[in-house]
């Protein structure tokens, strides 16, 4: 239904910045929701923040004072500003959409890891 490629992760050292972008193609229309997910090793996939068509978001808790998520619905993109980077962020972060009849669609993943 939906395509989704991610890019601008990378290696950063710890109080570090990265901004992860993701665009989507396909069955555009039928996008809702947009966000992104991380799993670092040995853990389960956690939501990172997700954005709505109207605005609105939500963060996990630990990281809504470092971490922004933005979209542009006319050009179906969905971004993470990513701040004071922390060891502990070192993931894999997965962009990922819910459509309107609640059918999901993921990116491909893109490595972040912080370094002290």
């Known amino acids: 239904q939906v395509q989704l490629v991610e890019s601008g992760g990378g290696l950063v050292q710890a109080g570090g910045s990265l901004r992860l972008a993701c665009a989507a193609s396909?069955?555009?229309?039928?996008?809702?929701?947009m966000g992104w997910y991380r799993q670092a090793p040995g853990k389960e996939r956690e939501l990172v923040a997700r954005?709505?068509?109207?605005?609105?978001?939500n963060y996990a808790d630990s990281l809504k004072a470092r971490f922004t998520i933005s979209r542009d619905n006319a050009k179906n993109t969905v971004d993470l500003q990513m701040n004071s980077l922390k060891l502990e962020d070192t993931a894999v972060y997965y962009c990922?959409?819910?459509?309107?009849?609640?059918?999901?669609?993921w990116g491909q993943g893109t490595q972040v890891t912080v370094s002290s």
């Open positions: 396909g069955n555009i229309f039928s996008i809702n929701a």
């Open positions: 954005i709505t068509p109207d605005g609105r978001t």
């Open positions: 990922a959409t819910r459509s309107y009849s609640c059918f999901g669609s």
